[in-house]
């Protein structure tokens, strides 16, 4: 059974840090790109970062570049988001899921499946 279990969302004030993580099973972890999309209420879910089976050449959404960082490890199968200088517009339900991207975009693909996601509220 696939799954991608998205984790480490909370409170956080602006300017702080998170660490969300994605915890993938039940297929092969290295033949799929993996990323993160967010929505917030009231908004279209929207793309926030993807990464290769590789774990070259990510991709970031114009918003949070120089902020979020992607990176995976085969070994735990897992995938983190390490999010810095957080904004009130980061505020989101995260998710993560088998993506494609290329230099200027990203979208879901691969796996059709869309695991719980995690809550990230940034607030004073």
């Known amino acids: 059974e696939v799954q991608l279990q998205a984790s480490g969302g909370g409170l956080v004030q602006p300017g702080g840090s998170l660490v969300l993580s994605c915890a993938a099973s039940?297929?092969?972890?290295?033949?799929?790109?993996i990323g993160w999309f967010r929505q917030a209420p009231g908004k279209e879910r929207e793309g926030v970062s993807c990464?290769?089976?590789?774990?070259?050449?990510?991709y970031y959404v114009d918003s949070v570049k120089g902020r979020f960082i992607i990176s995976r490890d085969s070994a735990k199968k897992t995938v983190y988001l390490r999010m810095d200088n957080l904004k009130p517009e980061d505020t989101a339900a995260y998710y993560c899921?088998?993506?494609?991207?290329?230099?200027?975009?990203?979208?879901?693909?691969?796996?059709?499946?869309w695991g719980k996601g995690t809550q990230v509220t940034v607030s004073s």
């Open positions: 899921a088998t993506c494609r991207h290329s230099r200027t975009n990203m979208r879901k693909s691969g796996l059709d499946y």
């Open positions: 039940g297929f092969t972890f290295d033949d799929y790109s």
């Open positions: 990464i290769s089976g590789t774990g070259g050449f990510p």
